[in-house]
């Protein structure tokens, strides 16, 4: 069968989407009800799914996934009759849809995503936004030409501990910061094994489409290493730790900040000693240069030592925060006398990792409701997602970078420029 590009299946539904999207203003209005699809039902949606199943004001209505057990289990926890799909495209075919949860791998955020706002939906995409720095870009566009609520999936911005960090940063209340460290460390020794050493199949399950969760990815022979979890260590569907973990501290980072991008980037790093198959680095370093401000990047996945997952240092105290809360432990400023007060009061505040999701899941289906943007709009999403492509960039160079970032390109490297897109196999197009 002739599957339609995104392009020819717009062109059918956004005339469709537009002239329904006042009716289904007008019903959300009058019984508050918002009518949800999810496309990707793996590990993550199901971390997901669950929250917004339970908030009193979403009505499920279908389910997207290429892989058949996947698309069973998330239409089992609806609990009543639900519409299950293969195909994203159908699914977005779906009478009085509201929005869709996009939880896939993320090489195919950006498709479903543009698709949805052409067809008038609302969308919860998870992070990384993109794969690639013009495909974000891309996203941002769709959003804002078609009026869609598109909120990322960086849950951390909606946690009251994080919130108050960054206004207690903004304020100045550490001092003066011009050095924030962000890393994820941890050992993962020997590495994610190939599945023939496990003693299972390589053969492609029943009830997977390959062909469709590749998509616009190069084609490759079914690979159960690169299936579920671990496409993440492969450059075609993701970015290592950078566009993992990364993609959430860089991204709390960048908003203390108030800036848009870094000025310059370095980075050098690579898959050192993990050798199971994976492309992504083991051990990375990546400095990136803002104004008055150096931010630095260290991803170790084989040796865990001690973790400080992201910490502000300013000159009148240090902010260490996870997601269980921070830290601020004062600076004595000695210089050439004897002193031993304090620069400020220490400080903590407890945090809740759980909470903060249905915090931002909450905040996604309010700003449906009001057509206000929500704290992770889609715009914030795609300039922390340039962060980490830009980083990755980098390190796969081994050098220096200047960074436009009203043009959103670098500055006299025209080999890294041409690292900012990538070509989708046909027949699926970006543009």
Known sequence: MKRLSRRDFAKATVA?????????????????????????????????????????????????????????????????SVAKHRDFRRLLETKDLDA????????????????????????????PLSLFVHEGRRMVEAARKHN?????????????????AVKLIQEGGLGAVHKITVAYTRNAMPGFKPVEELGESR???????????????????????????????????????MTNWGAHNLDIARWALGARA???????????????????????????????????????EINLTREELLVFHGTNGTLNITRNGFTVTPEVWKAKRKNDKPAMEPMEMKGNGQEMLVLHIRNFLDCVK????????????????N?????????????????????????????????????????????
Not at 46 to 73: H, S, T
Not at 372 to 379: G, H, I, S, T, Y
Request: with cysteine; proline share 6%.
């Open 262 to 300: 870094p000025q310059a980037v370095s980075g050098f790093g690579g898959r050192y000693e993990i050798r199971d198959g994976g492309e992504t680095p083991d051990v990375q370093e990546v400095l990136y240069n803002f104004p008055n401000c150096v931010v630095t990047w260290s991803g170790r």
């Open 370 to 385: 009001s057509r206000q943007r929500p704290v992770a709009d889609v715009e914030e999403g795609h300039l922390t997602a």
């Open 16 to 80: 469709a989407g537009a002239a329904t999207a006042l009716g289904r203003l007008r019903i959300l209005g009058a019984n508050g009800r918002v009518n949800i699809g999810l496309i990707g039902c793996g590990d993550r949606a199901m971390q997901l799914w669950p929250i917004f199943l339970k908030q009193a004001d979403v009505n499920a209505v279908a389910v997207c996934d290429v892989y058949e057990p996947y698309l069973n289990k998330a239409a089992a926890a609806v609990g009543s």
């Open 148 to 164: 869609r609520v598109v909120q990322t999936g960086s849950q951390q911005r909606s946690s009251p501990h994080y919130q108050k």
């Open 387 to 431: 962060m980490c492509h830009l980083g990755n960039i980098a390190t796969r160079l081994g050098r220096s970078l200047r960074w436009d970032a009203e043009k959103e390109q670098f500055t006299g490297d025209k080999e890294a420029s041409q690292m900012l897109s990538r070509p989708y196999r046909k027949p699926w197009t970006l543009a």
């Open 100 to 127: 869709v949860i996009v939880a896939t791998p993320d090489h195919w955020h950006a498709l479903p995503t543009i698709t949805a706002c052409e067809a008038g939906k609302d969308v919860y995409c998870e992070k």
């Open 203 to 241: 053969e492609q399950p029943k009830g997977l489409d390959w062909d469709m969760w590749l998509g616009p990815a190069p084609y490759v022979p079914y690979d159960p290493f690169r299936f579920l979890y671990n496409f993440r260590w492969f450059w075609d569907y993701s970015g290592g730790q």
